[in-house]
Structure formats: C-alpha cells, structure tokens
C-alpha cells in the first residue's frame, strides 16, 4: 500500500474549496475504505459540543448503530479520555469494546487534535485479524493533521 500517494489523494480532496466540509470528510472516508484492503469501516468521531461523549460525523462501510459514543466506553471513549493511539489487535481480547459489526477482528483508533486539544477521533475497523501496523498509525495521524488543518483554516 501506497500510503504516500493516498495521503496527496485524500489532502487534495480537502482542499476542495467548492465542497463542504462535511462532503470532503466523507469523500476523505470513502477513499480510504476502497483504497486500502484491510480498512473494512473508515469513519470520524468528534466531541458533541460540551457533553462528555462522542457523535459519528463521516463515515465509510455499513451503518452503525452506535452514533453517539460516552466517554470512557469503548475503545473510541477510552480515546477521548487517554489521548493515545488505540490499536487493537483482537476486538474479542477487549473488555471495554463496543461491537459494531460481528465481521470486525482488530481496530485502530488515533485522536485528533485541533491546538493540542483532543477534538475526535479516527476510527478503522478491519474484518482482518491483527490488521494495523505503525504505519497505519503514521498514517492516519497525517490525514487527521490534515483534517484538523482544514477545520481550524474553516473556524477563522
Ligand atoms: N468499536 C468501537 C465502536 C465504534 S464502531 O467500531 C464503528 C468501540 O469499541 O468504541
């Protein structure tokens, strides 16, 4: 996999003046989804204004059920509290898990920060056991810099 080239690909979609920024995100998901293999489910979480939880903002894959998130549950809450990269390689392994899907076997989580202020979070579900590596992580920390770019050019 070519994460080189998929970051130019997903950098110029956010740029993409003419869309919203909700439409880039989400194009931003689908590109993700269909271009890596082991990227089953592609989608981003933010805070949901002051409350202690988290909202599914974009995403790629199968619907979800589980659209809002509480801090602390689930790997995607434990995120928001720890803000630390989350990489799971069995989901089963994993008390404080929340399925989604019952295909899914490993996960990875990275925060997003926006001036060093945990903001949301990526989220990847894969149907592959033990499917991410670092470089999945120093991926996805580039394309959420990227994303947190764009959010604070589009605040100003
Ligand atoms: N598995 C996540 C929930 C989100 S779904 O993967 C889309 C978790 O444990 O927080």
């Not at 909700?22 to 990227?39: F, G, I, S, T």
């Not at 489910?41 to 790629?60: D, Q, T």
């Amino acid at each position: 996999m070519d994460f080189k080239l998929l970051e130019q690909e997903a950098l110029s979609i956010l740029n993409k003046e003419e869309l919203i920024i909700d439409q880039r995100m989400e194009l931003v998901c689908q590109l993700l989804q269909e271009k890596v293999a082991h990227y089953d489910w592609v989608g981003f979480y933010f805070k949901n204004g002051e409350k202690p939880e988290l909202k599914l903002s974009a995403y790629a894959g199968e619907p979800t059920e589980h659209t809002i998130i509480p801090f602390g549950k689930g790997i995607c809450g434990q995120v928001a509290e720890s803000n630390q990269n989350f990489v799971v390689p069995d989901v089963q392994a994993q008390d404080n898990y929340i399925s989604c899907n019952i295909n899914v076997k490993s996960e990875v989580v990275i925060p997003l920060f926006v001036n060093g202020e945990n903001i949301g979070q990526i989220d990847i579900d894969s149907n592959t056991a033990n499917a991410f590596n670092e470089a999945d992580e120093r991926f996805l920390e580039k394309i959420n810099a990227a994303v947190a770019d764009i959010l604070m050019r589009n605040k100003a």
